[in-house]
Nanobody, 130 residues
Framework: QVQLVESGGGSVQSGGSLRLSCVVF??????????MGWFRQAPGKEREGVAA???????SYSNSVKGRFTISRDNAKNTLYLQMNSLKPEDTAMYYC??????????????????????WGQGTQVTVSS
C-alpha cells in the first residue's frame, strides 16, 4: 500500500518562507516513475493544484504561486518538496501532496488534474499572518 506523509507546515508572517516535505512509503521502487503534485485547500474553497513535477523533472505551477514556490523531488529519499517563499495570507490552506501513476507535465503552466492522482497524503496546515 502506498502512503504519503506530509510535514513542514506551520505559522509564519507574510513574506516568510516554509519548506514542505512529503515522504512516500510502500512500493518505493515506483516512486521515481510517479508524477508528484502539491494541492491546497483553503476553508470554504475547492482544492486547487499548486505545483507538479513528473518523472523526468518537468515542472509546472499555478499562476498564483509561480516565481515564489519551487517544487522538487529526491528520488533516492522517496521525498517531494515544496519550497515556499514570499508567503502571503492568501497562501493559508491545508497543503496536500499526491502521486500519479500515469500523469505527466505537458507544459510549465499546465497542471495535471486532481482526478489523475492515485494517492494522497493527509495534509499539513500552512497559516500566513499579515
Amino acid at each position: 500500500q502506498v502512503q504519503l506523509v506530509e510535514s513542514g507546515g506551520g505559522s509564519v508572517q507574510s513574506g516568510g518562507s516554509l519548506r514542505l516535505s512529503c515522504v512516500v512509503f510502500g512500493y518505493t521502487y515506483r516512486y521515481s516513475s510517479y508524477c508528484m503534485g502539491w494541492f491546497r485547500q483553503a476553508p470554504g474553497k475547492e482544492r486547487e493544484g499548486v505545483a507538479a513535477i513528473d518523472s523526468d523533472g518537468s515542472t509546472s505551477y499555478s499562476n498564483s504561486v509561480k516565481g515564489r514556490f519551487t517544487i522538487s523531488r529526491d528520488n533516492a529519499k522517496n521525498t517531494l518538496y515544496l519550497q515556499m517563499n514570499s508567503l502571503k495570507p492568501e497562501d493559508t490552506a491545508m497543503y496536500y501532496c499526491a502521486a500519479s501513476v500515469g500523469a505527466w507535465v505537458a507544459s510549465p503552466s499546465t497542471l495535471p488534474r486532481e482526478y489523475e492522482y492515485n494517492y494522497w497524503g493527509q495534509g499539513t496546515q500552512v497559516t500566513v499572518s499579515s
